[in-house]
């Protein structure tokens, strides 16, 4: 790459001068933002952030905002490798990208960074982009640490730098499915959620397996509590209520798994989790159970099920279904082992209709970030919201090895 490609301008487009005033006027003023794309050579970053979100956004041209403002967005591409970096660039039709992010960091051009690294690679990253006063958008977990997730809200705070972090399984279309039934007041007074997540990930000697190997090495920012808890987190508290407490159960099911080469390994990482939260719910305590794996061979609809009950009704929503049962359509069972129940309980469960047009989860949050940082309104999913998540993970670690109830006390900027 040369210099060039780190100074492609990202100045706001406006009208061509020299067409007529009535036609100038008439045309709504374009803003073109450079964003800083690091780590897209990963499965996340490149396939959701990267293709399913920026590119989309670039191809239809940008987002309207309420005044008839257009916002574009122009990609850098930031690596280790410029040779894979290049393929992806000529792929997608790219100008730019390097394998320099301090330079990157240091061209004011490029407004925004987004980071899509590895857990352990991610703090040092933040840490220099905050520096360079860069907006920041970033995967989860935000660092290997509560201390040091906590430390880089505070320092974000203090640089007066705007952050955004990623809260995609909000943006599922059967959450926001569950989200309207709440707020509808359907299910009355919330008792529990019970959540199931989880799939075979093969252990790759004899078939490949569907994740990567460091996912399954503590050593390297692994296991599933780390990578799931984060995301628990933000679902339990913006939907149910604030995670009071946690007890967390993790197992290494599977120790003997092959890598990427390969090669034997031994998971020094648990492959599973199974947790009870307590939440602060608006009408009361709520008990949240979710179990987590990857060596669960499914048996439900979707990957993911929360299944919610209420006083006055109940839902099992997934990535995209949603089905509920209110309290005068629910059946009336009676325990019998002697007998055969030949009651078909699927068939009391009524369908959600698909009654809106859900957009990918990843590029509808980044729709909304974008326009808040352009409109500069407050953004409720920042570093401190995902210092929380880290909160979480690490209570239920420490929840496991010690064998009891973990309290997960207020986080503050203070």
Do not use: C
């Not at 239809?60 to 280790?80: C, F, M, N, S, W």
């Not at 509560?146 to 974000?156: F, G, I, S, T, Y």
């Not at 009355?188 to 959620?193: A, E, H, N, T, Y």
């Not at 007998?339 to 590029?363: I, K, M, S």
């Amino acid at each position: 790459m040369t210099d060039t490609t780190l100074a492609a301008s990202t100045e706001p487009a406006t009208a061509d001068a020299t067409a007529a005033p009535a036609a100038a006027a008439s045309r709504p003023a374009v803003r073109e933002i450079g964003i800083i794309m690091n780590g897209v050579s990963g499965r996340m970053g490149y396939r959701q952030h990267l293709v399913r979100s920026i590119l989309a956004i670039r191809d239809q041209g940008g987002i309207e905002l309420p005044d008839g403002t257009k916002v574009t967005v122009k990609p850098l591409l930031v690596g280790r490798s410029e040779a894979k970096l290049a393929d992806l660039a000529a792929k997608h039709g790219i100008d730019d990208y390097t394998t320099d992010l301090d330079a990157a960091l240091a061209d004011p051009r490029w407004e925004i960074y987004a980071d899509f690294l590895v857990t352990k690679a991610r703090a040092t990253a933040l840490r220099k982009a905050i520096a360079a006063g860069k907006t920041i958008y970033t995967e989860k977990p935000t660092a290997e640490s509560v201390d040091e997730a906590l430390e880089l809200a505070k320092l974000a705070a203090a640089a007066g730098v705007k952050t955004g972090v990623v809260h995609d399984k909000l943006y599922l279309p059967g959450l926001q499915k569950l989200k309207r039934l709440i707020d509808s007041g359907f299910f009355g007074r919330i008792l529990s959620v019970r959540g199931e997540f989880g799939y075979w990930v093969f252990e790759g000697d004899w078939q490949p397996a569907q994740r990567p190997s460091w996912n399954y090495r503590a050593e390297d920012g692994g296991g599933i509590i780390v990578d799931m808890f984060p995301h628990w987190n933000y679902v339990l508290e913006n939907l149910f209520g604030d995670v009071q407490t946690v007890y967390a159960q993790a197992a290494v099911h599977i120790a003997d798994r092959w890598d990427e080469r390969g090669e034997h390994y031994t998971a020094t990482a648990e492959d599973a989790a199974y947790g009870i939260f307590e939440l602060s719910g608006s009408q009361g305590p709520i008990t949240a159970q979710i179990n987590s794996s990857w060596t669960v061979r499914v048996n439900r609809d979707e990957l993911v099920e929360f299944h919610v009950d209420g006083t006055h009704g109940s839902a099992v929503v997934g990535l995209f279904g949603a089905k509920i049962q209110p309290r005068n359509a629910t059946p009336k069972p009676v325990w019998n082992p002697d007998l055969e129940d030949t009651h078909d309980y699927d068939a009391d469960w009524q369908q959600v209709p698909t009654n809106d047009v859900f957009l990918n989860g990843f590029r509808q949050q980044w729709e909304e970030f974008l326009t808040s940082y352009v409109l500069d309104t407050p953004y409720e999913f920042d570093l401190l919201a995902g210092a929380r998540g880290v909160q979480l993970a690490e209570a239920g670690l420490r929840s496991s090895r010690e064998g009891r109830k973990v309290e997960l006390p207020a986080l503050s900027l203070d």
